[in-house]
């Protein structure tokens, strides 16, 4: 990215963020309040001064050889009649030669300026160059270029984004902006999508949702440059789509008795209300069409073989066993799938055959997941499938069942896509995969020649809490608050280039077992959606969470204006606990919320409206007890987000120990011990380890935080022990990462507690120290499975790194 002006005001603002880890939003980024671009273009470059749409400002579009007229015209008419309304100007639309000269908003498309020209909406991916756009202003006026209709639609959106107090969709809203009224920044914007494939999913299975709110929906992702919907259509707990062939999927395979009430599955406790509904074959193609205008193909999936007890309800004989079988009303995976027999392929070539009139996408999803075999291994039919067609065991049975509809698919001109238990039992020869139990099925398919589509559990299942569970409405488990969705990274890092180009993009999925309502929908994927959005367009290279905050508040101001709800951001600055050695502490937080308002306490209770509002130079007076600081944003129509909490403590330096240097030895000493641990204080009573090579039973010597080569493939215990010494006076951050427990103690303080079994990540902790030698002891254990120990430390003069060798030493050998 280059930029180059920045305000002074806006700088001034922006520099308290750079305290707050990562990227300088100052030097990297373009002025979050002139240029509020979410996702952020490949590349900007602000120019000085402003173009004022007036009364006088027409819009002349052009086209060369080649181009659609009508649709061009289709697609700016779209964006400029909201403006228009907003406005209150004329901005009459021109064609070529009609315009005249002098100000103007220019809209050129010019076929062959870059692949995949002139593709039509929805029939396909368009692909990253049929999707780029230039767009540059100056005080003289706009013009936009592109190759293809979907470059001139995200150059419109942009161009919206760019215009204070308007949103990507040309509507207004209240309060943005730093210009006077409809002026568009002096900017040149060269954009391109990073990945062809930008998606976002929904489960209406477990709970239905209407038209009205799907297009809605339709709308977001469209907003904020996503191109594809994932429309999950068919489930255990309910069939939601019409097709003609078999009435009976949602005469009986669209309602459920009733819901289990939150998790109550034992004792089983339902609701006891009836939860129906699905989509006629008239509101499918109204959907799909709005997407169409909007460039957001719709992925339908189908799923097979599991998660089809809704189908097995109306159609029991597709089964294994006889049924019969009730429309599930809790949720889980269940041994009831499709049985691989005949009349099972003829009904699912139906379906099929229908969804692929209903909905023009390249791709259609079979699903594939969470299908246990053991109906199969009890079938006669199937194992004589399997006997016939020479099939090993029930995951071959499985991948045969998924190659025979990819066949069908492939004949019609459509590819597969499954998640990512398609691999098991060998994968179909054309499918693209789905990863989302983690990112190894993705990897597998890539390395296998196979296009992929990242949806990892861990890091974009946006049915995960976003925040402290007891703060949040009850959702399924996991955590993945809007900072790790917007720090995912989509290409996997074992991947080499050539087999990273399979990686077509990433999706974020909601999953719907306890998202009842639209609203909650809403709650869940705002604004983790604009996250996932820059992570999927903008260079993974511009990406910078602070100016993503910086942005974010315009954004959501856009949404309150649409009427959309969403998740009010954590403040940020509390993201961890602070040892300070001055006895006032400056606190700076920022909330990325329209209006920017904080609310805080000191004394720990919760922040309302009523409580101090930041204004953006606290001092805490800090004591040895420390001080919490909880904070909370709040807006100006008086919503209250979350709260979060840091206890600010005043740190005394802790006093050297002797080690005269004839004492020393290089390294630190480790001692191992064997045995299956659930805590580092499980080591008193355990038998020694030989390590080898070290002066007595169990005792070896390494020259840092590292597991000796001698340590076992299974559990065990180790005790690193040995002296630290820091360069100069001042807190020191220490990072433990580990898998499983760890701990680090200096002096007599336990800095980072990490115990427990867990995956590798890391814990942070702090302590003040004297320069001079410290003793310090980390312990660890491994139960089994993944491995590893890294010890990094940062403080005055230091960066982020593993602990220097050199600052490490051990009593010498003898003495
Ligand atoms: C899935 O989450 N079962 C694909």
Redo the contacts with the bound molecule.
Sequence with gaps: MRTRTMSAVTAGLLLPLLLLVGCDPEDDTPDPDRFPVLPLPAELEEGRGEFALTGETRMVLSWGEGADAELAREVVERWVGPLREASGLSLPLAGPGEGGGGEAVRIVWKPGIGAGAAVAPGEGLPGVEAERYRLEVTGRGVELEASAPAGLYYGLRTLGQLIPGLGADGGEYAGGGVLSAWSIPAVEIEDTPRFPYRGMHLDVGRHFFGTEFVKRYVDLLASYKMNVFHWHLTEDQGWRIEIARYPRLTEVGSCRAESILEKNFDPYIGDGVPHCGFYTQNEIREVVAYARERFVTVIPEIEMPG?SVAALAAYPELACTPGPFQVHTRWG?TRDIYCPKEETFTFLEGVLTEVMELFPSPYIHI?G??APKAAWEESAVAQEVMRREGLADEEELQSWFIRRIESFLNAHGRSLIG???ILEGGLAPNATV?S??GEDGGVAAARDGHDVIM?P?GEV?LDHYQGDALQEPLAIGGFSPLEEVYAYEPVPGELSPAEARHVLGAQG?L?TEYITTTQHVEYMVLPRLLALAEVVWSPVGERCWESFARRLPHQLAVLDRAGVNYRIPDVMGLEKDRLTLEETHPVEMFAPVPGGGIRYTLDGTEPGRGSAQYSGDLQVPVTEDGVVVTARAVLPDGREGPFRRARFTLGRLLPPTSLPPTLRAQGLAVEGFEGWFATVDGFESARPLALGGGPGEGVSHVPGIQIPDEAPDTAFGLRFTGYIRVPRPGIYTFHLSSDDGSRLRIGDRVVVDHDGPHAMDARSGQVALHRGWHPLEVRYFQGGGGRGVRLEVEGPGTSRREVPAGWLARVAPGT
């Design positions: 998660h995976v699903g997941d969470e998640w990512d238990e789905m989302w139990r949806t559990n299942y999925n999953w």
